[in-house]
């Protein structure tokens, strides 16, 4: 083992030993005031064991805490500022020992000890605030509070996505929002930085995270769709996920060659990434504000199904940390079909999002689906499903979000789906229900954000071609 390495082996030991001095020296403080009344005045023997121990403690975390901070991820301001307060703990800790044992005396010696004690708390607060700062972010003080604000906030509507810069407008907020206090100037895990280009291209200890056009290769985007429980996964347990629509517009923007100064008007949109686009322009937190996840508690569902549905190519993932509510998502395999719509029943109870579009799933799968009565979230666009199908989703009573883009189903299938009572989101372009029934519509389901298509896409330079008669 080098010296390097060892020196980092034993910095490993910080979160150990700095601990100590906190909870050691904050009961030696504590003791020591009420040591003053009389009713404990058989403690002074005690705060001075306690005061020397906490001072050993406090000089063992900063030397652990300096090997640690080698070649540290950190942000080396805030890093400076809490070394040095931790150091300034440890000399104001043995002052504090040597004023209460009485190897100091100066004038009003007595009350020195009190008076040092204070300087003291402050320093271990201020200290253990710089240390969380660093460990978990800036503002992680606040950020419990500042997240419930945020869910409750109207979201900044972009007035025309067309003519919004994509990387400025679209994909930094999410990165803000979403990966700043652990990727940014306060902090940067993995020695990568996230909140300017320059370091996004320059990527972390393990390499490029952005590859532009390559998406799959990209860590970037490679972690957001990795399961919960991996390791990996980005943002981590616990923190703030991105939406689906989310990794959908970054995925899309990297596909599209992820720069960072063009217009969305000028990248290449297809039929499944505008409606995303277009939903920035309105302010949908009202409609959005119910929670598409029960808040009864429900038991874990089977394994061996759960097991069987990974074998059938589905990615199956609890929607939070604290539930065992699930999301199954088919990855558009064409090999799905009613079988594997079969064995979700066995999940009815815990599963609320289902994504199976692009599948070979018929009516039949359908009624399979209409067993999954705690579905908030339906994809089945672009499969074989059929008015007679749809029908069948009237007994989905939670369901508010409903995506049958591409499919066979008219405005009469639909119309039979306009007693559910929580629908929000109706998705149903390049479908066989005409731009002609739209007041039919708007009248059948007056809550719902109804998404027709119908997307006018800016006409750019390019796009069209000039032609020449041959000459005779």
């Known amino acids: 083992m080098t010296l390097l390495s060892f020196s980092g082996f034993i910095g490993r030991f910080h979160p150990v030993f700095v601990h100590l001095p906190i909870g050691i020296l904050l009961l030696g403080i504590l003791l020591h005031w009420l040591s003053r009344g009389q009713k404990y005045a058989n403690l002074k023997p005690a705060v001075s064991i306690i005061l020397i121990l906490g001072a050993v403690s406090a000089i063992?975390?900063?030397?652990?805490?300096?090997?640690?901070?080698?070649?540290?991820?950190?942000?080396?301001?805030?890093?400076?500022?809490?070394?040095?307060?931790?150091?300034?703990?440890?000399?104001?800790?043995?002052i504090y020992y040597l004023f209460y044992i009485g190897k100091f005396t100066i004038k009003f010696s007595s009350a020195v000890p009190y008076i040092v004690s204070l300087v003291l708390f402050v320093l271990i607060t201020i200290t253990g605030h710089l240390g969380g700062t660093l460990t978990h972010g800036e503002g992680y003080l606040t950020q419990e509070l500042t997240e419930i604000s945020s869910t409750q906030e109207v979201k900044k509507v972009i007035p025309d996505v067309q003519q919004a810069v994509a990387y400025n407008d679209i994909i930094q907020p999410m990165l803000q929002h979403k990966c700043y206090s652990c990727h940014s100037s306060s902090k940067q895990k993995g020695k990568l930085r996230l909140d300017e280009k320059d370091f996004i291209e320059k990527g972390g200890e393990d390499g490029k995270v952005l590859i532009a056009e390559k998406s799959d290769e990209s860590e970037l985007y490679k972690r957001l769709i990795l399961e919960a429980s991996d390791k990996k996964h980005?943002?981590?347990?616990?923190?703030?996920?991105?939406?689906?629509?989310?990794?959908?517009?970054?995925?899309?923007?990297?596909?599209?060659?992820?720069?960072?100064?063009?217009?969305?008007?000028?990248?290449?949109?297809?039929?499944?990434?505008?409606?995303?686009?277009?939903?920035?322009?309105?302010?949908?937190?009202?409609?959005?504000?119910?929670?598409d996840i029960p808040d009864a508690p429900v038991a874990k569902a089977p394994d061996d199904i759960i097991n069987k549905l990974k074998e059938a190519g589905a990615t199956v993932v609890t929607v939070s940390k604290e539930s065992n509510y699930l999301s199954v998502n088919f990855l558009s395999s064409k090999k799905t079909s009613d079988a594997e719509m079969k064995l979700l029943e066995g999940i009815a109870p815990q599963l609320v999002w289902l994504k199976a579009g692009g599948t070979s799933i018929t009516d039949n799968g359908l009624a399979s689906i209409a067993k999954l009565t705690t579905l908030t979230r339906l994809s089945v666009d672009y499969t074989?499903?059929?008015?007679?199908?749809?029908?069948?989703?009237?007994?989905?009573?939670?369901?508010?979000?409903?995506?049958?883009?591409?499919?066979?189903?008219?405005?009469?299938?639909?119309?039979?789906?306009?007693?559910?009572?929580?629908?929000?989101?109706?998705?149903?372009?390049?479908?066989?229900i005409s731009n002609a029934d739209s007041a039919i519509l708007r009248q059948a389901f007056p809550k719902v954000i109804l998404d027709t298509g119908g997307y006018v896409l800016p006409l750019l330079e390019g796009d069209t071609s000039e032609v020449k008669q041959k000459p005779d």
């Open 60 to 94: 063992l975390s900063c030397i652990s805490g300096w090997m640690l901070a080698e070649g540290t991820e950190y942000n080396e301001a805030t890093l400076d500022q809490h070394r040095w307060m931790g150091i300034a703990v440890a000399i104001v800790s043995i």
């Open 234 to 291: 980005m943002p981590p347990k616990g923190k703030p996920q991105l939406t689906e629509a989310e990794i959908a517009l970054m995925h899309w923007w990297i596909n599209t060659g992820a720069s960072f100064d063009q217009q969305v008007k000028d990248l290449p949109q297809d039929v499944k990434i505008i409606p995303l686009l277009t939903a920035l322009q309105s302010n949908s937190t009202a409609v959005a504000s119910k929670p």
């Open 384 to 432: 074989q499903i059929t008015d007679k199908g749809i029908a069948q989703l009237q007994s989905l009573s939670k369901l508010q979000y409903l995506n049958i883009v591409g499919t066979e189903i008219t405005t009469q299938g639909i119309i039979t789906l306009k007693g559910l009572p929580e629908l929000q989101q109706l998705y149903f372009y390049q479908s066989k």
